[in-house]
């Protein structure tokens, strides 16, 4: 059981908007910054948000990250087929003193 | 170009032991912290903890204390993963990640990832 909420599976056609949600509480997302992962199968994970919305070199600005209160969100416009691939939202948690990871989406193009 | 290259695949039955290198490049090895994640295939990533590169202190997720040792040899910006008395259950894949802060989850960087296959 992750301490941050995902959901499961999104789906979205090509040229399209999606979101893909992350809940959790005051001691992890509610105080400390949000990152989202993106996985594609077989390859280690690539960070494509920090610091709730900042974008890495490199990273289109078709991906976008907000937060409000205890939960944070991962937009994604114009999707596209390669942007299928499993995302993951992870931040601090200073109750447990530890990082901690969503369970993951998958996101499917249609 | 900042670069993490962990060690190959590996075998080991319950019981043994394991030892995963992550050598890093491409900037200053003690400026930044390594965390290491866990996947069990087929499922999410796993914080397992990490090591201050500058002091050698290792910190540990709850779930990886007493077989799993952190560990450095900054001579040649390489970090170690070691888990102990095997068990089937740590059948995973593992990766190292820079983190470009303290008490974060910002991973800039990741190794490849090494899987580690338990079974008799």
């Known amino acids: 059981q992750s301490v941050l909420t995902q959901p499961p599976s999104v789906s979205a056609a090509p040229g399209q908007k999606v979101t893909i949600s992350c809940s959790g509480s005051?001691?992890?997302?509610?105080?400390?910054?949000v990152c989202w992962y993106q996985q594609f199968p077989g390859t280690a994970p690539k960070l494509l948000i920090y610091?709730?919305?900042k974008r890495p070199s490199g990273i289109p600005d078709r991906f976008s990250g907000s937060k409000s209160g205890t939960s944070a969100t991962l937009g994604i416009t114009g999707l596209q087929t390669g942007d299928e691939a499993d995302y993951y939202c992870?931040?601090?948690?200073?109750?447990?003193?530890?990082?901690?990871f969503g369970g993951g989406t998958k996101l499917t193009v249609l | 170009q900042v670069q993490l290259v962990q060690s190959g695949s590996e075998l080991k039955k319950p019981g043994a032991s394991v030892k995963i290198s992550c050598k890093a490049s491409?900037?200053?090895?003690?400026?930044?912290?390594v965390d290491w994640v866990r996947q069990v295939p087929g499922q999410g990533l796993e914080w397992m903890g990490w090591?201050?590169?500058?002091?050698?202190?290792?910190t540990y997720a709850r779930g990886f204390t007493g077989r799993f040792v952190f560990s450095l040899d900054t001579s040649i910006s390489t970090a170690y993963l070691q888990i102990n008395s095997l068990e089937p259950a740590d059948t995973a894949i593992y990766y190292c990640?820079?983190?470009?802060?303290?008490?974060?989850?910002?991973?800039?960087?990741w190794g490849q990832g090494t899987l580690v296959t338990v079974s008799s």
């Open positions: 990640a820079r983190d470009a802060g303290y008490s974060s989850s910002h991973f800039d960087f």
């Open positions: 491409g900037y200053s090895f003690t400026r930044s912290p």
């Open positions: 090591i201050d590169t500058s002091t050698e202190n290792p």
């Open positions: 005051i001691s992890n997302i509610g105080n400390n910054y």
């Open positions: 610091d709730d919305n």
């Open positions: 992870a931040t601090w948690d200073s109750r447990l003193n530890a990082g901690v």
